[in-house]
């Protein structure tokens, strides 16, 4: 049978970086800076990862870039939001603070993709801000630079509106939901139909649950274990995946390189 990479390999969490070779990182908040950056996904194909995680949001002229964050100002000490800048101002001018060389800067979508089509599956999270919850400007972008990708991909989010866009106007694709919370009841009332309607809804529901992986054994994760997969984030330890390996289907991981034992 042929693997499914979402399932069957794990996933780099935005790249494999390495601190030591001046490749910046893209970690979760709770970890250290986040940034993607071509060099951090080159390093993830050499080492064998079968899948990419990144976070894609758009710039102050619409184009769409690899990258976590809202604003600037903890990889580069730049007070000002990604959506504040033409993209080519930010590539000529943003740099990082954990390797300020100007080779280095922070990628269009295009070019991740032109790295690894035919290489690694890519998991693609559109990043949003709150005022921006219901347009859909960084969706229309995706989908328009998705549509002549050859490679394999997903595309997920914590807003549940992004993740039915992709089942309203592209229902072959993919598509997985994020969370951070131990119960539905925990959104914005009125949101939480949203919510329940893509994870339960059999006509409307994702392919899978991206969730965070201090919250297993949730009121929430029980409610969704048996009902779909579970692709956990951020696993950054051996003995963490060992530990928890049995309460999900797949990983994110950073900062070692797993081993099945």
């Given at each position: 049978?042929?693997?499914?990479?979402?399932?069957?390999?794990?996933?780099?969490?935005?790249?494999?970086?390495?601190?030591?070779?001046?490749?910046?990182?893209?970690?979760?908040?709770?970890?250290?800076?986040?940034?993607n950056t071509l060099e951090a996904f080159a390093l993830a194909i050499t080492q064998g990862a079968d899948g990419i995680e990144l976070d894609v949001q758009l710039t102050k002229d619409g184009k769409l870039v690899?990258?976590?964050?809202?604003?600037?100002?903890?990889?580069?000490?730049?007070?000002?939001?990604?959506?504040?800048?033409?993209?080519?101002?930010?590539?000529?001018?943003?740099?990082?603070?954990?390797?300020?060389?100007?080779s280095v800067y922070v990628p269009l979508f295009s070019e991740v993709a032109a790295l690894c089509e035919g290489k690694t599956g890519l998991m693609i999270e559109i990043k949003k801000k709150s005022n921006g919850f219901y347009d859909y400007k960084v969706e229309e972008a995706l989908l328009k630079e998705l549509k002549n990708y050859k490679g394999d991909f997903i595309v997920k989010s914590f807003n549940p509106y992004s993740v039915d866009f992709f089942r309203t106007q592209a229902p072959s694709y993919r598509r997985g939901?994020?969370?951070?919370?131990?119960?539905?009841?925990?959104?914005?009332?009125?949101?939480?139909?949203?919510?329940?309607?893509?994870?339960?809804?059999?006509?409307?529901?994702?392919?899978?649950?991206?969730?965070g992986v201090w919250l297993l054994g949730s009121p929430l994760y029980n409610e969704v274990k048996g009902t779909m997969p579970i692709v956990v984030w951020t696993v950054t330890s051996q003995k963490d995946y060992d530990d928890n390996k049995h309460l999900f289907d797949n990983m994110i991981f950073e900062k070692f390189i797993p081993k099945e034992n």
């Open positions: 049978m042929k693997k499914d990479w979402l399932y069957d390999v794990f996933v780099a969490h935005r790249g494999l970086h390495d601190s030591e070779k001046g490749i910046v990182e893209n970690t979760l908040p709770a970890f250290q800076a986040a940034i690899v990258y976590h964050d809202d604003n600037f100002k903890r990889v580069c000490g730049i007070e000002a939001d990604v959506d504040s800048f033409d993209y080519d101002y930010i590539k000529k001018n943003v740099r990082f603070l954990a390797n300020p060389d100007s939901f994020l969370c951070s919370k131990s119960t539905i009841d925990e959104y914005e009332p009125e949101i939480r139909e949203k919510v329940r309607e893509i994870l339960f809804d059999k006509d409307k529901k994702v392919e899978f649950f991206d969730y």
